[in-house]
């Protein structure tokens, strides 16, 4: 049986754990930076409340924290931010660098939190997305592959969850600048309304029963009128955004039309 394919997205990051070293306190681990070597990026997450582990004056400072450190990654860029915590204060500590593979900065930042820092309860459809295993080909059909939910991702803000929200990855530049190559996207089952014009995810039966191809195209189609309130297609055509790449037709009955594109979450 196939299992999922790699992709190209996938990078080996830095990240480091953030420790409080209070006084007569035992040293508390409170936060994750995750760092891209080849954007010069950092991601972190600091725990959301220390009046558990610190004394109230040091739980107000504690709490600018994360300010303070996003302030800092935006003025100088992960490398400098790294070295400017090795030695900014002996109350705030950050351990030795260490790498991890990184196909979704969401999905590793929750793991190495929930490893290190605190678990996170998963809330699904709330504050969390099922993240499917399928990769979706920004090119021609991707290769065969099974479609199962491999982890729960944190949502975007702002966006209203139902039970028809998911998360996949994109693979290929034919879909660039708009849906970056390795990124993972938002998408919706069971696209309401015309379909014309929407970028929407696409799959044709694979070799075995239980896979499937996969791509991502803006879809387009011409219909002709064969009764009142009937239609069929008389051609249907998937486009790419890159002009590097061209469109091609395809037959209504190979193909089916799965879930629309929202938006790039990463």
Not at 37 to 46: L, M
Not at 76 to 101: C, F, H, K, P, Q
Not at 223 to 245: A, C, M, S, Y
Not at 261 to 266: K, S
Request: aromatic share 8%; net charge negative.
């Amino acid at each position: 049986m196939p299992g999922v394919v790699s992709i190209s997205g996938c990078r080996t990051w830095h990240y480091v754990l953030l420790e409080a070293a209070l006084p007569e306190s035992p040293v508390r681990t409170i936060g994750v930076l995750l760092t891209d070597p080849e954007t010069d990026r950092t991601y972190f997450r600091v725990r959301p409340g220390f009046e558990d582990i610190a004394e109230a004056d040091d739980a107000e400072v504690l709490e600018l924290l994360e300010v303070h450190i996003r302030e800092c990654a935006a003025d100088m860029g992960a490398s400098a931010l790294l070295d400017y915590l090795d030695r900014a204060s002996n109350a705030i500590r950050v351990t030795d660098r260490a790498t991890v593979e990184v196909d979704s900065f969401h999905r590793v930042m929750e793991r190495l939190y929930a490893e290190h820092v605190e678990r996170v309860e998963v809330r699904p459809f709330l504050a969390h997305l099922p993240l499917y295993s399928l990769r979706a080909a920004a090119g021609d059909l991707g290769e065969d592959m099974q479609s199962l939910v491999e982890d729960w991702v944190p949502a975007p803000e702002g966006v209203r969850l139902t039970r028809d929200h998911f998360a996949g990855h994109v693979v290929g530049r034919s879909m660039e600048p708009l849906i970056p190559d390795g990124s993972l996207n938002l998408f919706r089952f069971h696209p309401q309304g015309s379909r014309q014009g929407k970028i929407v995810l696409v799959k044709r039966r694979g070799v075995l029963d239980e896979t499937d191809r996969y791509t991502i195209k803006r879809y387009t189609s011409v219909k002709r009128q064969t009764g009142e309130d009937q239609w069929v297609h008389e051609q249907i055509t998937l486009h790419p955004l890159n002009p590097e790449f061209q469109a091609w037709d395809v037959e209504a009955d190979d193909f089916e039309v799965v879930a629309e594109w929202l938006r790039v979450i990463e």
